[in-house]
T-cell receptor, first 114, second 114 residues
């Protein structure tokens, strides 16, 4: 079934460790996004990419980095994890960068930083 | 900058009763507006969207929303709630050309009581 695959689905991580959350889509969508979801705060955009080779900062980019080497993959890296990065992370994609269409979401990656 | 405000973090209705979830937006230009639904332990999926066509938008599962420019609102309604409607609902806004990532509200959790 076409869609977005995120890995891992769940991870417990010691503070200070490096972590990469993987995201792959097979819909050939141009735009991809990383959101974090926290209770009472809704979804907040971390980073986005309108097309392969380009990235942009969202609302809460500090402590995170992304790359978009090709259309399908959009990994999110925490260089040195801190407890405040404990959250559920969602990757999403859109057919184009214009956001007039539907965003497709992955199932999420639950990250706990101790 | 665009933003959305969802009134009520939690709404509880009886099965068969009207569902009304409120969303007000702030935008200096005509917006694109969306409602997404998130079932437990899943990613978000699109319910409906307004992109400057008809002001009354019909979505999946019997939901609809009306764009009211004078009230800067985009409330979500359903005439008769089902138990399966229990979920988290998010309102989101994007710019007129859609070249900015979606900004989500903080979400409203809908409970349906038998």
């Amino acid at each position: 079934i076409a869609g977005i695959t995120q890995a891992p689905t769940s991870q417990i991580l010691a503070a200070g460790r490096r972590m990469t959350l993987r995201c792959t889509q097979d819909m050939r969508h141009n735009a991809m996004y990383w959101y974090r979801q926290d209770l009472g705060l809704g979804l907040r955009l971390i980073h986005y990419s309108n097309t392969a080779g380009t990235t942009g900062k969202g609302e809460v980019p500090d402590g995170y980095s992304v790359s978009r080497a090709n259309t399908d993959d959009f990994p999110l890296t925490l260089a040195s994890a801190v407890p405040s990065q404990t959250s559920v992370y969602f990757c999403a994609s859109g057919r184009d960068s214009w956001n007039t269409g539907e965003l497709f979401f992955g199932e999420g990656s639950r990250l706990t930083v101790l | 900058a665009q933003s959305v405000t969802q009134l009520g973090s939690h709404v509880s209705v009886s099965e068969g009763a009207l569902v009304l979830l409120r969303c007000n937006y702030s935008s200096s230009v005509p917006p694109y507006l969306f409602w997404y639904v998130q079932y437990p332990n899943q990613g978000l999926q699109l319910l409906l969207k307004y992109t400057s066509a008809a002001t009354l938008v019909k979505g999946i599962n019997g939901f609809e929303a009306e764009f009211k420019k004078s009230e800067t609102s985009f409330h979500l309604t359903k005439p008769s709630a089902h138990m399966s409607d229990a979920a988290e609902y998010f309102c989101a806004v994007s710019g007129p050309s859609g070249n900015t990532p979606l900004v989500f509200g903080k979400g409203t959790r809908l409970s349906v009581i038998a």
